[in-house]
């Protein structure tokens, strides 16, 4: 041991005592935060940002990972259901009235007033409290997912640039000169601004200020950039939509089921999910629904129902099925399969390797004998394990699948050319070809930039090569990414725990997972302002399209594969139920059109065929006489599950039991076990809740 | 009674809104966040700010403690993030002062010599690198195994003991370099 071991030793332990000043003030202002926290009611109002910090080890990923996530985020997903982004820090949400339950809201309610001591910190705290909201990001992944940190490169968030001009001051260095020091200032002042400019609140301190001012004072321009995980992590539950101001809405299908089984697998090692891991529409999309089957020659048929709200006596939901044809299972195209697995150091796992191992071979003897499988290989460098061999030969098949094994780092661009390159060379006339990547999340299937992957996905895609992606494992799985790469593959993103999660993807839907039936879902309800005052979509909030988007051919939306079930449900509220949010306006619309047929609202369908150019159109009124069956009052139980996880502010006290019961009386036949087992989950969460 | 309570209680506590164990929760930790910020930065202004963002932030980030570890080794890797957090903004500044010009650089170069004369330690830890640094404040300074250390670092034991003989190697190096 040299001396200058010891003597750092001694130094680092003689470290100096806390300062008492120092101390005394960080202990008020947690005491203070805690008061706000806990006064709002909201636990999560200033989350972390969940940015990640990943140990230099993993370094040279680091490029590579950092461009799939900015592509695997709200923007990308943005892109492919083509709604412009939305500079989320400036949503103002409408000032409620009545008895309503309270919704979050961003902007700073009328907390000033009353606490002026506030206000006056507000230079100080401002940026102080941007500095914490920042360094508390860092704080995420190391708690959520060791594995899964990435040192993205200096992402300066929006409120850095003040909380470093505080820095500035506060610290050692010198000040340089004036213009960092105002910052703060500025941002006071844009605050106050804000608050100016803020509807005033009809309800007199609701809220105390919420933590980031700061926030709310950032300039949209500057609110998007590295936010992206949160971005999409934080996507807003849709809010309550008023029938005279916007009727019509608009969003793109998603037969993603991957939001259901993360959440299964995150109640099962005995955590409550976190809010951004609910997608409501994918948890109600992975549970099969008996909707009467589509006539001769149609691709799909729409069906209906309405119901009174469970959790609101003073609304209904409106719940929307989609039923896919299913083919004669005989007729079905040959298929060809192109395996891109995965099998970097971090597939090393019993439940990642193994059980994809496990899920491909049950997928093998479903296969038929003029299908092929290839299989390829990323990691170290990309090869092909398994030329394109006919499905007959299911010995070969599995002897390539059992001689692959973890290791080695991974090799970005070349695994996914190559995969692309096999299924265009296996294509054939009439032929169905996909792609089925497989991995932890921690692919690096990257092209050169961002854009590249995904101009480079949508492109196979239009040439008829689709792309699905099965996650396995936890740990680092990044469920943004894998959503993206499949919307922008017209795949399906599925993620499998168990070997009966990945029977029923891979097994069961096969038909559905890997036959489109119908490309570009687009699905568009007006509602009539004469029967409904307001609605609410429940989910799809990654998918929504702009009103004008539903005639466009050429913008991207879902897809809906052989005998799938996509279904959406809607809040509404009638005009005169004392469930409405929102009070008429004194000097009334401008458009009370008279008349028109007395419909809740108006459906409308827009698809193609696989691969044709123009949509077709289905068009349908929503009576309101439509009856609930079984299956749309279970699909409300999954949607109060998911909404009950997302700690949703509509749901009033209606709670887990609610839950349970409504979905324990609308289990129905329940061949495979689905339903009872959302069951026993809902009890889980109940029991974790507490 | 609260004095006696174990912190995974108070968190519990703190989290439904009960006040005095939040308080109780924060006092009885300040010092530790303060020292590991110290021990991690080596300066008392940039220690005590850290120390203060943590405590702020702690309230909203209590909820998103999962229970999988001990608080304690929890409550390290949040210092440890923040820290980084810290580093990364101030990489990002000094690659923004890049180019401010001759002046701007002569004059960091003398606050940076200013404080290496003045503490030896701070100068010592500068010439480790940040995996180096935060290896050795845990186990040096925070007198933890090394397995608790890569636990908080998220590397292997392997890799705390590898770099551990990494810094004697470099404090070699460096006392060949001062003594010459």
């Known amino acids: 041991m040299t001396d200058e071991f010891d003597a750092l030793r001694a130094a680092l332990k003689s470290a100096p005592a806390a300062d008492a000043e120092a101390r005394a003030r960080a202990l008020a202002l947690a005491m203070t935060n805690f008061d706000r926290l806990h006064a709002a009611g909201q636990g999560t109002a200033d989350g972390p940002r969940p940015t990640e910090d990943r140990p230099p080890r993993a370094g040279f990923l680091n490029g590579v990972r950092s461009m799939l996530k900015s592509l695997g985020t709200r923007p990308a997903l943005a892109a492919t259901t083509s709604i412009a982004a939305l500079a989320v820090g400036l949503a103002f949400l409408l000032p409620l009235r009545g008895p309503g339950p309270l919704l979050p809201v961003e902007t700073p309610a009328a907390g000033a007033p009353e606490t002026p001591a506030v206000t006056t910190e507000a230079p100080a705290t401002a940026g102080r409290s941007a500095a914490a909201a920042d360094a508390d990001a860092a704080v995420a992944p190391a708690e959520s997912a060791p594995a899964d940190i990435a040192p993205v490169p200096p992402s300066v968030p929006p409120s850095a640039a003040s909380a470093e001009a505080a820095e500035g001051a506060a610290s050692a260095i010198a000040p340089p000169e004036q213009p960092m020091v105002d910052e703060p200032m500025v941002a006071l002042e844009a605050t106050e601004a804000a608050r100016l400019a803020a509807p005033a609140s009809p309800m007199p301190s609701a809220l105390p200020a919420p933590l980031p001012e700061t926030r709310v004072a950032e300039p949209p321009a500057q609110a998007i950039p590295d936010e992206n995980t949160e971005a999409y992590a934080t996507a807003k539950a849709n809010p309550v939509k008023i029938t005279a101001e916007e009727p019509v809405s608009t969003f793109s299908t998603d037969v993603d089921t991957a939001s259901y089984a993360l959440i299964r697998s995150t109640l099962d090692m005995g955590l409550l999910p976190a809010p951004e891991q609910v997608r409501i529409e994918e948890m109600v999309n992975y549970f099969p629904y008996s909707y009467p089957a589509p006539d001769a020659g149609q691709a799909f048929r729409p069906t209906i129902a309405v119901m009174p709200t469970p959790w609101n006596p003073g609304t209904s939901l409106v719940t929307i099925g989609l039923q896919g044809a299913l083919p004669a299972v005989a007729d079905r195209p040959p298929l060809n399969l192109v395996f891109l697995v995965d099998t970097s150091g971090s597939m090393e796992d019993p439940r990642k390797l193994g059980l994809l191992k496990q899920s491909l071979a049950l997928l093998l003897p479903e296969l038929r004998a003029e299908d092929q499988v290839a299989i390829v290989a990323y990691a170290g460098s990309a090869g092909e394990v398994l030329p394109p061999t006919p499905a007959g030969e299911g010995d070969r098949i599995l002897a390539a699948l059992d001689n692959l094994s973890a290791g080695g780092a991974t090799a970005g661009a070349e695994g996914i050319e190559l995969a692309y390159r096999i299924a265009a060379e296996m294509a054939g006339e009439g032929e169905v070809s996909r792609v089925l990547l497989a991995t932890d999340g921690d692919f690096n299937v990257g092209l050169s930039d961002p854009a590249g992957l995904e101009a480079f996905i949508a492109r196979k895609r239009d040439e008829g090569v689709y792309l699905s992606v099965l996650g396995f494992g936890r740990g680092n799985l990044d469920d943004a990414t894998m959503q993206a790469l499949a919307q922008n593959g017209n795949g399906t993103a599925a993620y499998i725990d168990t070997l009966s999660e990945a029977r029923k993807v891979l097994v069961d839907q096969l038909t559905g997972a890997l036959f489109p039936i119908a490309d570009d879902v687009k699905v568009q309800v007006e509602w009539n302002p004469a029967r409904i005052a307001e609605y609410r979509l429940i989910g799809y909030e990654t998918r929504a399209l702009r009103r004008e988007d539903f005639n466009n051919d050429r913008i991207d939306a879902g897809e809906i594969g052989a005998g799938l079930q996509v279904t959406a449900i809607y809040e509404v509220t009638p005009v005169g139920s004392e469930a409405v949010l929102n009070d008429p306006l004194r000097y009334g619309t401008a458009a009370d059109q008279g008349a028109g047929p007395d419909e809740m609202g108006f459906l409308r369908l827009r698809w193609k065929d696989p691969g044709a150019e123009t949509s077709q159109l289905i068009e349908m009124p929503i009576t309101g006489a439509e009856p609930a069956t079984t299956d749309t009052r279970f699909a409300a139980a999954i949607a109060g599950f998911g909404q009950l996880l997302q700690g949703s502010p509509y749901l009033g006290k209606w709670g887990w039991n609610g839950a349970i019961a409504l979905a324990l009386a609308n289990r129905g036949e329940d061949p495979f076990g689905y339903r009872i087992e959302a069951v026993n989950l809902m009890r889980l969460a109940d029991s974790l809740a507490r | ?180």
């Open chain 2, 1 to 180: 009674m609260l004095m006696d309570t174990p912190d995974e209680t108070l968190v519990s506590a703190a989290r439904e809104g009960d006040r005095a164990a939040f308080a109780t929760l924060v006092a009885r930790h300040y010092d530790r966040i303060f020292g590991l910020a110290f021990r991690l930065t080596g300066r008392r202004a940039e220690a005590e700010d850290l120390a203060q963002d943590i405590c702020a932030a702690l309230p909203a980030k209590l909820n998103h403690w999962r229970g999988e570890a001990r608080f304690t080794t929890w409550l390290y890797r949040v210092v440890v993030n923040a820290t980084h957090d810290l580093r990364r903004r101030q990489a990002t500044r000094a690659k923004a002062a890049e180019g401010w010009g001759d002046w701007e650089i002569a004059r960091r170069d003398e606050i940076a010599e200013t404080r290496e004369r003045l503490d030896w330690l701070t100068g010592t830890m500068q010439r480790l690198s940040p995996e180096l640094r935060d290896t050795v404040a845990l186990v040096l300074g925070e007198e933890m195994t090394q397995a608790e250390a890569g636990a908080i670092l998220g590397v292997s034991e392997g890799t705390i003991a590898w770099r551990m003989s990494e810094v004697k190697k470099r404090l070699r190096a460096l006392a060949a370099e001062e003594g010459r």
